[in-house]
Nanobody
Framework: QVQLVESGGGLVQAGGSLRLSCAAS????????MGWFRQAPGKEREFVAV????????YYADSVKGRFTISRDNAKNTVYLQMNTLKPEDTALYYC??????????????WGQGTQVSVSS
């Protein structure tokens, strides 16, 4: 069983930055690919970014490429999402997830409770 706890969300103006963190309880954290997803009100949960267990590989949704950076520290069992040049359309509840490499929710077995990111125009 893996428990995930996100933090770092908040309210920011357009153009600003936030750094999300996700702390994991897994003893074998490096065995899991870690993904970030987001869900805006009335919309489906969508893929944002994924990082491999080693941290050597990453992949981003087109909508955040060049603005967001995913990273991980396996010694601290933590994954991060640095979000720069935020836009109002980035407003959503952000979730981290542990599982296998991929862009669909079905590829992730464990989910956090989410952290709210709100971007004002």
């Amino acid at each position: 069983q893996v428990q995930l706890v996100e933090s770092g969300g908040g309210l920011v103006q357009a153009g600003g930055s936030l750094r999300l963190s996700c702390a994991a309880s897994a003893r074998t954290f490096s065995n899991y690919a870690m993904g970030w997803f987001r869900q805006a009100p009335g919309k489906e949960r969508e893929f944002v970014a994924v990082i491999s267990g080693s941290g050597r590989s990453t992949y981003y949704a087109d909508s955040v490429k060049g603005r967001f950076t995913i990273s991980r520290d396996n010694a601290k069992n933590t994954v991060y999402l640095q979000m720069n040049t935020l836009k109002p359309e980035d407003t959503a509840l952000y979730y981290c997830a542990a599982g296998t490499w991929g862009q669909t929710t079905y590829q992730y077995d464990y989910w956090g409770q989410g952290t709210q990111v709100s971007v004002s125009s």
